[in-house]
């Protein structure tokens, strides 16, 4: 009775002990921004002259002017493109926000618009201008062209294209911090990266490699993605991400059109079939699963489950997929099952190739299907013969970890990269022929 009286008495003060606190624009408008806006109004894709990477950025607008007026919801530009008062309706092309989120903005405003982003932060958020290194950065991601000439490497906060030969073609620019994954369509003509901010967003970005321009920026999720891979006819893109999810999007549009939830882990690589019918992804849950991308539905493990995965390349003419993780073995495996699956069913298995120093974090198999290539936390990168499993080569120099790892069509060549910020190119009996770091380095001010 009496603690029911003491609630009682305090009742009154509930509305002053539970009073709203202002909206943060850092915390609540920040990541409506990133994951609806970000990709259509950034400094790489700035549709109608607005970027909204910075609140800067924002404050200032774009053709249509400022995006908010401190204090008056009613008057801002922002407020009306996403009620629908103005045309077209923004997001574009997408769902409108649930009320909730424009009441947050709405708020926002009403309260001041006031910035409560930390200075230095704001400042390395606003990617408008190239980044500037003073020592090489770790490198996660880098592919080779399908006819040879141009190199695609991660830097921080944007892709370096490079000649085959060396030297640098262009820079281009993104909102995401770190690029895991990177990839050409199969005609050479998209570029396609996948990576994000941890703990922010995952993002899609898809290039125009002719014009060097960026086509479509897609947010998908709310932590970063990783390995990429074209269906053989381009037109779709499938990666995983750290929600367990496998994600596929139509490349033309831009939009996400499949989330399969069949990984109990993050899911770290895809690689599509022959046919662009099926879907291998694996995943730190130990698996390598057989997916169907047009419905999202689970077909079986091409695996037996030892330790988590990490990496996987398909056959270049057949359904076959090489698989490796922390268990540090690579294993070759067929996607077809020749028997109905028993209980701890093998079958799958083509070939078990030796075991390596340390955990398996990239694997790549020759165009001409003769070698396979595995990079890991160790920093040889291993070549073997597919057919036999015999060892052809070790490519040393790295220091290191190596996270990517691809050859050249011509199959007579690999590139290789990792902790240390440098990319390397060897002959297949490990010859390293060249060595360069991708990004420009800006030399240290003399000590005064």
Not at 44 to 49: H, P
Not at 128 to 144: G, Q, W
Request: aromatic share 6%.
């Amino acid at each position: 009775m009496h603690a029911a009286i003491t609630l009682l008495a305090l009742a009154p003060l509930a509305g002053v002990l539970y009073a709203q606190a202002p909206v943060s624009f850092e915390k609540q408008i920040r990541p409506i921004l990133v994951r609806n806006c970000q990709g259509c109004h950034q400094p790489a894709s700035r549709q109608s002259d607005l970027a909204l990477t910075s609140f800067t950025d924002f404050k200032t607008g774009g053709r249509k002017g400022a995006g908010f007026i401190p204090g008056e919801p009613e008057k801002s530009v922002v407020i009306s493109y996403l009620t629908g008062e103005a045309k077209p309706q923004m997001p574009f092309g997408g769902k409108p926000l649930p009320e909730d989120q424009i009441e947050l903005m709405r708020r926002w405003i009403r309260e001041g618009a006031k910035d409560d982003s930390a200075p230095e932060t704001a400042e390395t958020r606003v990617p408008d201008r190239p980044t500037v290194y003073h020592s090489a950065p770790v490198i996660t991601a880098l592919a080779i062209s399908p006819d040879g000439r141009t190199l695609a490497v991660s830097g921080y906060r944007e892709i370096l294209l490079h000649k085959a030969e060396g030297g640098l073609i262009a820079r281009l620019p993104g909102i995401s911090e770190r690029i895991h994954s990177l990839v050409f369509s199969p005609d050479g003509a998209t570029l396609a990266a996948v990576g994000g901010s941890p703990a922010r967003f995952g993002e899609v970005e898809i290039w125009d490699v002719a014009t060097q321009k960026l086509k479509h920026s897609l947010v998908v999720t709310n932590d970063t993605l990783f390995g990429a891979s074209f269906s053989p006819d381009g037109a779709r893109l499938a990666f995983g991400a750290s929600d367990k999810s496998v994600r596929v999007v139509d490349v033309a549009a831009g939009k996400e059109i499949r989330k399969i939830d069949n990984h109990e882990d993050w899911v770290f690589a895809t690689a599509f079939g022959i046919d662009g019918k099926r879907l291998v992804s694996v995943s730190r849950d130990r698996a390598a699963k057989l997916l169907d991308p047009a419905t999202g539905a689970f077909i079986e493990n091409v695996n037996l489950l030892r330790e988590g995965l990490t990496a996987v390349a398909r056959h270049p003419r057949k359904d076959w997929v090489l698989v490796g993780g922390a268990e540090g073995v690579p294993y070759l495996y067929m996607m077809d099952r020749p028997r109905a699956m028993r209980i701890a069913d093998d079958s799958t298995l083509i070939r078990k190739f030796e075991k390596q120093d340390g955990p398996i974090l990239t694997v790549a198999i020759s165009p001409d299907a003769k070698l396979i290539a595995v990079g890991g936390e160790i920093g040889d990168v291993r070549v073997y013969d597919l057919e036999t499993g015999d060892p052809v080569a070790k490519c040393s120099g790295q220091q290191g970890g190596v996270y990517a790892v691809q050859f050249y069509p011509d199959g007579k060549r690999l590139a290789a990269a990792g902790f240390d910020g440098t990319v390397r190119i060897y002959d297949t009996s490990g010859k390293m022929e060249q060595a360069f770091v991708p990004v420009p380095l800006e030399k240290a001010e003399a000590a005064r």
